[in-house]
């Protein structure tokens, strides 16, 4: 265990306090301009200017993604790095601070706080080069700014080619209604679009003639759902119908397309429900004579904890420590809260504990927002969920925490997390977590022993867990729109 040393937490309070209002600002600017993956033009030139005036030096199209790059301060090592996410969701527009779903004109909303998960860890790494440079110390501070992460695995994108390489250790951190550490794994995925080509004909005087790609489709899906009691417990797969061949029923529909999101604890697993998919997806091209095609969306790996990594962050969490909640955020909390349903409200404690929560919620009797943290220590657990990260923590030692940003019980994904991106309450929680992350980075900095034990326990496990990225080579990101970034 580190002991931070109270200089150390004097300086990072004072600068973040100082400079709260300029942190604050960003978070609102990236809320009010979102962006869907891979088109995140405006928020990452925002980042790029201002990485650019706090003297970070700016590399550009990381990875050949023209929405990620990299901003570096400092020589030598160690390599501390931060990750940004700003990418937003499609359907997800709200009002901000609203208590009813209001949908603004543009569509698009940070309904996974991506806002503040991004300037959260700018801000760590302002802090953690303001020290660097005030104390002349050697050492390397990069944020890295990572485009895509709904749906599009950015970060597995920069992993595969080779983005990561130097760095020594990565932090981040996630938007939610805990504070705590996110020390359990998630799971690897696969995202696949299965395209079926058959032959038009009037459905009704010529049926006979045509072969419907929306039939094989259908038959895949029927097909799939059949399979669903022969994988393991722990897998899940999900799809959506993207091309139902057009909107005449007159028609025997020529094309049609359905896109595949495959679930598992680990990448091997997930290649082999794959397979198995695909055979279905054939069998249905023989059963409606059909042709197939089969792309390669995207995938991720699952994470991989650090515990010597996230002990020390969770020791500068505890030292964070939580600020209780004002009578007007507990209230706001209180009518987000009512908007939910009494599944999503008795399922709150359960939510909390994918973000790394531990307890039976006692702690928030008569309460709507969390204001204490809760204890670190390894379950073995699962997150029922994926995240790029993950393939991030396979090439470096990587922790990340949660900090509550919203009312107890609230889902990500949702108008009243969009609606509480900017509320006060939110802001506290993104500056905790930037004060954490900076404390912990600076802690890598100047201790070598901290350092060196947290490489060894890296090295344990990659000695028998060599990488594989789960996206073949020839494979480039896609927007939402599947049009490839390049």
Request: hydrophobic residues 35%.
């Amino acid at each position: 265990m580190i002991v931070v040393k109270k200089s150390i937490q004097d300086f990072i309070e004072k600068y973040l306090t100082k400079n709260s209002d300029y942190f604050l600002n960003a978070s609102k600017y990236i809320y009010e301009h979102p962006e869907t993956r891979f088109e995140e033009y405006d928020s990452s030139q925002f980042y790029i200017n201002e990485r650019k005036k706090q003297g970070f030096k700016v590399e550009k199209n990381v990875a050949n993604i023209p929405t990620a790059f990299t901003a570096t301060y400092g020589t030598g090592k160690p390599v501390i790095a931060f990750l940004g996410e700003y990418d937003a969701l499609p359907g997800l527009s709200q009002e901000p601070c609203a208590t009813e779903l209001k949908p603004l004109d543009n569509h698009v909303g940070h309904g996974c706080g991506h806002n503040l998960l991004g300037i959260g860890a700018f801000a760590a790494a302002c802090a953690v080069k303001a020290y660097l440079k005030a104390n002349d110390l050697p050492g390397t501070v990069v944020f890295y700014g990572c485009p895509g992460e709904e749906g599009g695995s950015g970060k597995t994108f920069m992993a595969r080619d080779g983005a990561f390489e130097g760095v020594d250790s990565a932090l981040t951190w996630h938007p939610s209604p805990s504070n705590s550490i996110m020390n359990i794994s998630t799971l690897a995925n696969y995202q696949i679009e299965f395209t079926f080509k058959g032959i038009a004909s009037h459905a009704a005087n010529s049926p006979h003639l045509g072969r419907s790609a929306l039939d094989a489709v259908e038959i895949m899906n029927i097909g799939t759902n059949y399979l669903r009691e022969h994988i393991i417990q722990d897998a899940r797969v999900h799809y959506a119908v993207t091309d139902t061949g057009g909107l005449s029923p007159n028609v025997v529909q020529s094309n049609a397309s359905v896109m595949y999101l495959i679930r598992a604890p680990k990448r091997e697993q997930v290649e082999e429900i794959y397979q198995r998919i695909c055979k279905i997806a054939k069998g249905a091209t023989l059963m409606t004579e059909t042709e197939l095609s089969i792309h390669f969306n995207k995938g991720c790996s699952n994470f991989v904890p650090n515990r010597q990594l996230e002990a020390t962050l969770y020791e500068n969490f505890k030292n964070v420590g939580v600020a209780s909640p004002s009578k007007e955020e507990e209230e706001y909390a209180k009518e987000i809260w009512d908007t939910l349903s009494s599944s999503e409200q008795d399922f709150y404690i359960e939510m909390m504990e994918g973000f790394g929560y531990q307890g039976d919620g006692k702690e928030f009797n008569g309460k709507y927002l969390s204001d204490s943290i809760a204890p670190y220590k390894n379950t073995g657990k699962m997150l029922f969920g994926s995240t790029d990260v993950a393939d991030v923590s396979w090439l470096v030692p990587t922790a990340q925490l949660s900090a509550s940003t919203s009312a107890l019980g609230t889902p990500l994904h949702t108008w009243q997390m969009t609606a509480q991106g900017i509320s006060s309450f939110a802001h506290k929680g993104m500056m905790r977590a930037a004060k954490t992350m900076a404390l912990t980075g600076v802690n890598l900095l100047v201790s070598e022993d901290l350092m060196n034990d947290i490489k060894e326990e890296f090295k344990s496990f990659k000695k028998e867990n060599p990488y594989k990225c789960p996206i073949p080579d020839h494979i480039s990101p896609s927007t939402l729109y599947g049009k490839e970034v390049y």
